[in-house]
């Protein structure tokens, strides 16, 4: 359900590019601030609605503890424990409950109790260094994605001369190819494993975003040259397929976290994820500095750079799982 979610999620975020381009079409395809301001204060309106749904929430209507039951191999783990919960798989591939009883169907096993087995079912190391290392790859693929995401409409206006228009369809194009990408990480991740599948997707990732570094390497505008980046037919798919890979797997990420994290200590994790939102806005700041100094290009390295980083830490959580 996480990931149906999550892809439901990005979609949703393709509907801001696509008004943007019907604003721009309508209005005119300019960088002039009449433009921008009216396309700026169309996206405010547009998200008042989606706000005032948020009213229309209730409390006594949450799941609780049973929405945060893990889901597909943390069952698999269960059923060599003690007191075993059968599952089964519907047709589209989601797990659920059966039966919720013990070994020897005596009395039911609340949701609370099926978490702490499922999360007991892991070696203490794990438990100590899995979410601790998930932590810190969110901090520093936050903190380097927060570094460039905000200036890619800017680069692609200065750099690869794209006009409005343009540069809104890479980015309806950008949500389509997370969306996809998001669905063949869930298919990948039950057959070879979850940190293998965040590996497999984040390593291309980083690459191409060196490779857009490389792209400005050996250029001099003044003698006539101009860095690969100029034409869109080269950077625009580069930048796509990047941005897909590096955000396919947060679904994958956050049921790995659930399986070695107790309910009751959930909370605490959660708070720290604001302060990685937190540092995903305020690592901008950074990134406008070296783009002022160093260019787009020394920006990109450095967020690969951070991001690879994070992807090592990643690794040695799947050599805690393995354990």
């Known amino acids: 359900m996480n990931q149906y979610k999550y892809t439901t999620r990005i979609l949703g975020s393709a509907v ?29 309106l547009v998200s008042i609605p989606s706000i005032l749904m948020l009213s229309l929430f209730r409390d006594d209507k949450a799941l609780g503890a049973e929405s945060d039951i893990a889901h597909t191999n943390s069952y698999a783990r269960l059923e060599e424990q003690e007191t075993p919960v059968s599952t089964d798989e ?12 013990t070994a020897n169907n005596a009395s039911p096993i609340s949701y609370e109790d099926q978490d702490d087995a499922i999360v007991k079912s892991h070696s203490p190391s794990a438990l100590y260094w899995v979410p601790r290392l998930l932590a810190f790859s969110d901090v520093v693929l936050a903190l380097a994605s927060g570094m460039t995401i905000k200036f890619f409409p800017l680069f692609f206006k200065e750099e690869t001369l794209l006009a409005p228009i343009e540069v809104n369809v890479v980015f309806l194009t950008t949500s389509i190819g997370v969306a996809i990408t998001s669905v063949l990480a869930r298919i990948v991740a039950p057959r070879i494993g979850g940190v293998r599948t965040m590996i497999a997707f984040y390593i291309p990732g980083v690459l191409l975003l060196a490779g857009m570094y490389c792209m400005s390497i050996g250029y001099d505008i003044k003698n006539g040259s101009v860095p690969l980046w100029r034409n869109e037919w080269v950077i625009v798919p580069v930048f796509v397929l990047r941005t897909s890979l590096m955000n396919c797997t947060p679904p994958i990420k956050k049921a790995i976290f659930m399986e070695h994290v107790p309910i009751a200590k959930r ?17 901008a700041f950074i990134g406008g500095l070296c783009v002022d100094k160093y260019g787009y290009g020394a920006t990109f390295l450095i967020t690969a750079c951070l991001q690879a980083i994070g992807v090592v830490a990643i690794g040695i959580v799947g050599f805690f799982i393995d354990q």
């Not at 696509?18 to 300019?30: E, H």
């Not at 519907?90 to 009883?101: A, I, K, P, Q, V």
């Not at 909370?267 to 690592?283: C, I, P, V, Y």
């Open 16 to 44: 801001g590019p696509l008004t943007s381009i019907l604003l721009f079409y309508l209005i005119g395809n300019s960088w002039s601030m009449t433009e921008l301001k009216t396309v700026f204060v169309s996206g405010l």
């Open 90 to 101: 519907n047709e589209n591939g989601d797990y659920h409950l059966l039966e919720n009883t």
């Open 267 to 283: 909370g605490r994790w959660s708070a720290f994820e604001s302060l990685t939102r937190f540092g995903w806005s305020g690592s």
